[in-house]
Nanobody, 121 residues
Framework: QVKLVESGGGLVQAGGSLRLSCAAS???????MGWFRRAPGQDREFLAA????????DYADSIKGRFTISRSNAMNTAYLQINSLKPEDTAIYYC???????????????WGQGTQVTVSS
């Protein structure tokens, strides 16, 4: 069972930056890692994904240019750099992992518990 633990969330002022981390443990043969968020009263939203090659990426159009996904296979960790934060970025941010070879994967098998990001205006 893969375990994912997110960290790096917090309270930040609009315009600021955060780097979220997602540490994986357990059987870590993971292909794609992804980031999602759920804002209050809204559905879960896909943000970004990165393949095991650490180069292949996919982003939601809504966050392109402000969010950057990366990963370290040696550290079994994925990151999400968020710049120019806006109040509407306030949400719980989740990471997920997939063992599907395809990119982007049709589904994600493992999910973290999430980390809260709150952006004040």
């Amino acid at each position: 069972q893969v375990k994912l633990v997110e960290s790096g969330g917090g309270l930040v002022q609009a315009g600021g930056s955060l780097r979220l981390s997602c540490a994986a443990s357990g059987p870590t043969l993971i292909y794609t890692m992804g980031w999602f968020r759920r804002a209050p009263g809204q559905d879960r939203e896909f943000l970004a994904a990165i393949g095991r090659d650490t180069v292949t990426t996919d982003y939601a159009d809504s966050i392109k240019g402000r969010f950057t996904i990366s990963r370290s296979n040696a550290m079994n960790t994925a990151y999400l750099q968020i710049n120019s934060l806006k109040p509407e970025d306030t949400a719980i941010y989740y990471c997920a992992s997939s063992r599907n070879l395809g990119f982007p994967p049709p589904s994600y098998a493992y999910w973290g518990q999430g980390t809260q990001v709150t952006v004040s205006s």
